[in-house]
């Protein structure tokens, strides 16, 4: 099992940043990709960014720019520095995590409210 453990949400004005981070703890030498999700109030969850264990990163169109994933293997931590936000980034973002064993995960944290208001 692998348990996650975000941080770094709170309230921000627009064109404010933060920077979320995600801890791992557990079988984390069974991590492959990890990565954020986020879901808005009445909408679906969406895809922010996926980090893999080598480091190869993808985006979301709508953050591409401003977002920027990052992972620290040494730490087992992965990071979503947000840049220029925008109200629509309002959402509760989550962190995930894939595991390479066939059958194990993904697994989710708790997640992390992001509240982008002037």
């Known amino acids: 099992q692998v348990q996650l453990v975000e941080s770094g949400g709170g309230l921000v004005q627009p064109g404010g940043s933060l920077r979320l981070s995600c801890a791992a703890s557990?079988?984390?030498?069974?991590?492959?990709?990890m990565g954020w999700y986020r879901q808005a109030p009445g909408k679906q969850r969406e895809l922010v960014a996926t980090?893999?264990?080598?480091?190869?990163?993808d985006s979301a169109a709508s953050v591409k720019g401003r977002f920027t994933i990052s992972r620290d293997n040494a730490k087992n931590t992965v990071y979503l520095q947000m840049n220029s936000l925008k109200p629509e980034d309002t959402a509760v973002y989550y962190c995930?995590?894939?595991?390479?064993?066939?059958?194990?995960?993904?697994?989710w944290g708790q997640g992390t409210q992001v509240t982008v208001s002037s």
């Open positions: 995930y995590a894939e595991d390479s064993r066939l059958y194990y995960g993904p697994y």
């Open positions: 557990g079988s984390i030498s069974s991590i492959n990709a």
């Open positions: 980090i893999t264990s080598g480091g190869s990163t």
